[in-house]
């Protein structure tokens, strides 16, 4: 069984919902039959996990993988410094700031890699942006962080500034995501400015990944990708990794 995970010295309030509802195993997702995912419970808000009469929801082990059932996607949660999960003194705070947001893991097919296929392969939707109805200059744009960031030239009033930023994000395969950021300075409406990810990966014969996180963490991109990537591959149970 797995132990909420604690600072040295601090002890677990076991009247806490996050201590009731402890699951102590994590939990079982497949994607694909080469992408099965046995996440941590912290990672997820666990203590929402369960119906009204108090069942919990999840998938947990022990089950034998060709049991588990498909899912069309996943998503998990980090928190810098350390991207550690949740814990009992920030599953409470909805708007945490120092979270990292992994709003869908999905698999997709290789199709989506053919050149002007749909879907979110970044050398795609590039195309889609300069020639879609947003304006932007492509031939305008600063270097920031390892990035190439383009503005958009005209927003709807009150929806404040934003920018389309292009990164590599794995070299060794040359794959590249596109964020979506809101700039300074932020519309009096603005409680949680974010930046947010989106891309096509070709590991696991095709992925689609869709991160967020406060725009304040923008120099630190490429660390947060690294790490949901060193999460997803060390989570993996299926017999082909």
């Given at each position: 069984?797995?132990?909420?995970?604690?600072?040295?010295?601090?002890?677990?309030?076991?009247?806490?919902?996050?201590?009731?509802?402890?699951?102590?195993?994590?939990?079982?997702?497949?994607?694909?039959?080469?992408?099965?995912l046995a996440i941590p419970p912290q990672f997820n808000a666990f203590w929402r996990q369960y119906d009204r009469w108090g069942?919990?929801?999840?998938?947990?082990?022990?089950?034998?993988?060709?049991?588990?059932?498909?899912?069309?996607?996943?998503?998990?949660?980090?928190?810098?410094?350390?991207?550690?999960?949740?814990?009992?003194?920030?599953?409470?705070?909805?708007?945490?700031?120092d979270m990292v947001s992994i709003v869908d893991v999905t698999p997709v097919t290789m199709a989506e890699a053919e050149p002007?296929?749909?879907?979110?392969?970044?050398?795609?939707?590039?195309?889609?942006?300069?020639?879609?109805?947003?304006?932007?200059?492509?031939?305008?744009?600063?270097?920031?962080?390892?990035?190439?960031?383009?503005?958009?030239?005209?927003?709807?009033?009150?929806?404040?500034?934003?920018?389309?930023?292009?990164?590599?994000?794995?070299?060794?395969?040359?794959?590249?995501?596109?964020?979506?950021?809101?700039?300074?300075?932020?519309?009096?409406?603005?409680?949680?400015?974010?930046?947010?990810?989106?891309?096509?990966?070709?590991?696991?014969?095709?992925?689609?990944?869709?991160?967020?996180?406060?725009?304040?963490?923008?120099?630190?991109?490429?660390?947060?990708?690294?790490?949901?990537?060193?999460?997803?591959?060390?989570?993996?149970?299926?017999?082909?990794?």
């Open positions: 069984m797995l132990e909420p995970p604690l600072k040295p010295g601090q002890i677990l309030d076991k009247n806490s919902e996050y201590a009731k509802k402890w699951p102590g195993r994590p939990a079982l997702f497949k994607l694909k039959d080469n992408l099965i069942r919990d929801q999840m998938t947990r082990p022990p089950l034998p993988l060709k049991d588990i059932p498909q899912m069309p996607l996943i998503g998990f949660q980090m928190f810098f410094p350390d991207f550690s999960g949740y814990t009992q003194d920030n599953y409470r705070n909805e708007f945490d700031e002007g296929a749909a879907g979110h392969h970044v050398p795609n939707v590039l195309p889609r942006l300069w020639g879609g109805s947003q304006p932007f200059i492509s031939t305008s744009y600063e270097e920031k962080f390892g990035l190439r960031c383009y503005e958009m030239l005209q927003l709807p009033d009150g929806m404040g500034r934003k920018q389309y930023c292009i990164g590599q994000r794995d070299a060794a395969n040359d794959e590249y995501l596109l964020l979506e950021i809101f700039l300074p300075p932020f519309e009096d409406w603005v409680r949680f400015p974010i930046m947010q990810a989106k891309y096509f990966s070709k590991k696991y014969e095709g992925v689609e990944v869709v991160w967020r996180a406060h725009v304040k963490h923008l120099k630190d991109w490429h660390r947060i990708d690294q790490q949901i990537w060193a999460y997803i591959d060390a989570w993996n149970i299926a017999k082909a990794n």
